[in-house]
């Protein structure tokens, strides 16, 4: 088993922008008389997509919207976001993040990004961030039924990478999951995949418990040594080890 493609969650992963989600969605709710409570959204929604994450907490306080109502309340965070990022001179991504992708580029793994987040979003951010060249595919959170921790987004996004690249042959234990959240740690790996845990959104020594491998920020992660682990389990399946 060789490692083939890592696969990047985009919120707390690419983008340090959860700030940015949290203060729209509570926009939102008072918008509709509605009040988000403390550290509600960090339990509700990180890791989640949008849709799921504003159905839940409209639910929650007896409010069932239909597709159409809810739509209207997605499309209106969508541009909310994009109006916020107009305002950012620099955008925030996470250190390292250049570095790494460069390498991940540079050592001919295919790259992905399998996220709860809008198209839309993760598409302003990458061309902003001349990255659009390096994601052929990315899965987003309307793309699939489920939302994390359910793996269906990563096991879309390996179907999709073996459409884009026909001799690829992929299988999910080949990839390499970049998670922040404990349901995006769990979706991938119900996906069969390893994990780095990116200490940006819960410390690292919660991250710890739960991935194969975890770090303080991208620029930590030796990847000529995750290469060898993955090798390493090829031989031993060739062997019988």
């Known amino acids: 088993m060789s490692l083939k493609a890592v696969l990047f969650d985009f919120n707390g992963v690419i983008i340090n922008d959860e700030s940015i989600h949290e203060q729209l969605t509570e926009q939102i709710l008072l918008e509709e008389n509605l009040i988000l409570k403390p550290r509600e959204y960090r339990k509700v929604c990180l890791g989640r997509n949008d849709r799921s994450c504003l159905k839940d907490l409209l639910a929650n306080r007896g409010r069932v919207l239909s597709d159409t109502e809810l739509t209207k309340l997605f499309n209106s965070k969508a541009k909310g976001y994009a109006l916020e990022l107009e305002k950012i001179e620099e955008l925030p991504l996470y250190p390292g993040l250049n570095d790494f992708i460069s390498q991940v580029s540079s050592r001919n793994l295919k790259l992905g990004i399998v996220s ?78 390893q994990v780095v845990g990116v200490a940006n959104t819960y410390p690292f020594h919660m991250l710890q418990r739960c991935c194969n491998w975890t770090v303080d920020d991208l620029t930590d992660l030796e990847l000529e040594r995750v290469q060898e682990v993955y090798s390493q389990k090829e031989l031993q399946s060739t062997t019988g080890a």
């Open 116 to 193: 709860g987040a809008i198209r839309k979003e993760i598409e302003l951010v990458l061309e902003r961030a001349k990255l659009a060249q390096y994601f052929k595919v990315i899965v987003v959170g309307d793309d699939v039924t489920t939302t994390k921790p359910e793996p269906d987004g990563y096991l879309l996004a390996v179907e999709r990478l073996n459409q884009e690249y026909p001799d690829l042959n992929l299988q999910p234990q080949e990839c390499l999951a970049i998670e922040d959240t404990f349901a995006g740690i769990q979706a991938a790996k119900r996906a069969g995949m």
